[in-house]
């Protein structure tokens, strides 16, 4: 796992593309520090819902997960991993810590946000707001990179990778707003229209619970709800787990 | 050493390899051939675990492949056809890289300077792969194969693309590395396989159609040991004069072929060795003999022979025959192929 997690975190940064990530990540939080600063709102836990508030991540992340294994694939590198012995789960862990790590490094001048902030001595915010804030976008993060891993798992190149991810992300984005749009009628006759608006209610539960970005935002209301890390770190562990049936049943086909 | 018992692989409703069967023993070096699309490298990918097996058994040194993957693929050093190098690294970090993969037990920086100093690349460790040749590239990945010694190593077209001073230096390697290790070669280049293994496995649609030592493999489906000698003389006098010899049975003139030299085609009767009797006769009669050739099949003819019969079945059946029944059924089935073969040979001896 060490020996994978190693070289795909150092591939990041034999291309330009692990510095054009970081670069655009330190814009926009650098943006959003100075903006609320000067307008007098100090809280570093803000400029992080800033990224996700902006919806930057759903499409930042693809192109962090794009290559995972797609690329693998397209250059035949997976049979020096899938021919070494190694569990399967493992390298898939090892990827997934590596996409992660480059993203958690997006989150370090947060950390000088938070020093400037609390020197202040006006300035008298607790501590907690920030990282609450922290381990809930870290933890959004890893959810939607273990889905963009699992569709880098099966496509055959980047590309599709990406626009694969991207389609799925905006799904997620808009969950909630695609339930929203659905309105179900109180009454009901025939046993038809039961049946469509069953399948309707079904559907709207679905979209809700897809709602990365409302289950995000509790993460700013200054309590740490179990109930919402249980939510990501489900999310992370399955499509962990999905990756790797998908890597598997490709021995399979 | 490995054990391959009813292999069979489908994909989707296409039956890719089909209950192959075959054992071999430590130290041996094997060849499969096979034209393209034969299955070669499905079968060594699931030797390797890359794929999985839809029926059959394969165990390495003991495990099996399906049961216990892990230590199987310790002992399985895999060459697959285009190396799985990533070309953003430099070769001594992806060396690093395999090693700390396989979780090798030798200590790291002389076991890396070995296989290195082994396949020649020492001098270039420290350059990106990227910006390295075709045949550079491929011993990089033959040294990722060697990494953590592993008892078997498969080569699945190890010298394909390479220019023949390379050729012949991989070709050495093998060689080299045939001495403590159990080799599986594949290719479709006959003379490969004949510069290195002892034993060949010729494989079609799937099938393995032929399983025997070289040499063997030759002298079981030739189907007559005929010779052919080529003299300066007069074609009707000698035509005589051989077939008179003992042992003979029949002598059929191929004509002429150089300055006043003939061509004899010389069917001796079953078992015996005729090719005293004919240089002396030839030497009584004060001419010259130019050359004496046996024209035995050359694997090419053989291999040629196995894969283009209309299928299968008759291949097989072929090989099963022993030559007494092969001498009575002239492969009249394949006409073409009948052909082909003394075209052949009259191409080599005009050469």
Redesign the interface.
């Given at each position: 796992m060490?020996?994978?997690f190693?070289?795909e975190f150092k591939?990041y940064f034999?291309?330009p593309l692990g510095f054009v990530i970081l670069a655009v990540f330190y814009f926009f939080l650098g943006l959003a520090f100075k903006d609320y600063y000067s307008n007098g709102i100090p809280y570093v836990g803000q400029v992080i819902f800033f990224l996700s508030d902006i919806g930057i991540l759903f499409f930042i992340i693809p192109v962090i997960t794009m290559r995972l294994f797609s690329d693998e694939r397209r250059?035949?590198?997976?049979?020096?991993?899938?021919?070494?012995?190694?569990?399967l789960i493992k390298i898939v862990l090892g990827k997934f810590f590596a996409a992660f790590a480059l993203y958690a490094m997006a989150f370090i001048p947060t950390i000088i946000f938070q020093i400037i902030v609390s020197s202040q001595e006006n300035i008298d915010i607790p501590l907690f707001y920030y990282l609450y804030a922290l381990i809930g976008i870290l933890l959004f993060g890893a959810a939607l990179i273990a889905v963009g891993m699992f569709v880098s798992a099966l496509t055959e190149s980047p590309i599709s990778a990406i626009i694969f991810t991207l389609i799925t992300n905006l799904v997620i984005m808009f969950s909630s707003s695609f339930a929203s749009f659905i309105t179900i009628p109180n009454t009901t006759s025939g046993v038809l229209e039961k049946i469509y608006y069953g399948f309707l209610q079904v559907l709207v539960k679905l979209l809700n619970a897809l709602n990365f970005n409302g289950v995000l935002s509790s993460f700013g209301q200054q309590t740490l709800a179990l109930q919402d890390v249980v939510y990501f770190v489900s999310i992370i562990v399955a499509f962990i787990f999905l990756t790797e049936r998908a890597l598997e049943k490709r021995?399979?086909? | 050493m490995i054990e391959v018992t009813g292999l069979s692989k489908r994909?989707?409703s296409f039956l890719a390899v089909e209950n192959v069967n075959f054992s071999i023993q430590k130290g041996e070096i094997v060849g499969f051939l096979g034209p393209n699309g034969a299955g070669k490298s499905t079968i060594m990918?699931i030797l390797?675990?890359?794929?999985?097996l839809t029926q059959g058994k394969v165990t390495i040194d003991g495990f099996d492949v399906a049961e216990n993957?892990?230590?199987a693929?310790?002992r399985?050093g895999?060459l697959?056809e285009?190396p799985?190098?990533?070309?953003?690294?430099k070769v001594r970090e992806y060396l690093n890289?395999?090693y700390?993969?396989?979780?090798v037990k030798f200590p790291k920086g002389p076991h890396i300077d070995e296989i290195m100093r082994l396949v020649r690349i020492d001098h270039v460790q420290n350059r990106l792969i990227k910006n390295l040749s075709k045949g550079y590239r491929q011993r990089v990945g033959f040294a990722?194969a060697l990494i953590g010694n592993p008892d078997v190593l498969i080569l699945d077209e190890p010298t394909v693309g390479l220019d023949p001073q390379q050729i012949i230096e991989i070709r050495n390697l093998i060689s080299r590395l045939g001495k403590n290790h159990t080799i599986i070669l594949s290719s479709h280049i006959l003379s490969e396989i004949q510069a290195v293994c002892d034993r060949i496995i010729i494989i079609n649609y799937g099938e393995i159609i032929a399983d025997d030592l070289q040499e063997n493999l030759s002298k079981q489906l030739s189907t007559d040991h005929s010779i052919v000698a080529r003299v300066i003389c007069d074609e009707r006098d000698m035509l005589a004069a051989l077939k008179a010899v003992k042992g003979v049975q029949n002598v059929v003139s191929l004509g002429k072929k150089e300055m006043g030299a003939y061509d004899f085609e010389i069917i001796p009767e079953e078992g015996a060795d005729v090719r005293a009797g004919i240089s002396n006769r030839i030497a009584e009669r004060k001419k010259t003999l130019l050359s004496l050739t046996s024209s035995r099949l050359t694997l090419e003819q053989i291999f040629l022979k196995l894969t283009q019969a209309p299928n299968n079945e008759a291949a097989r059946k072929m090989l099963r025959l022993d030559e007494a029944d092969v001498k009575e059924t002239p492969i009249s089935s394949t006409p073409d192929i009948v052909i082909e073969i003394p075209q052949e040979n009259d191409e080599k001896e005009d050469n």
């Open positions: 060490r020996a994978v190693k070289r591939s034999t291309n250059t035949k590198t997976d049979q020096v991993l899938f021919t070494a012995p190694v569990k021995r399979w086909s | 994909y989707g990918n390797t675990g890359y794929l999985s993957p892990e230590q693929k310790r399985i895999y697959p285009l799985p190098l990533y070309l953003d690294m890289f395999v700390d993969l396989k979780k990722q």
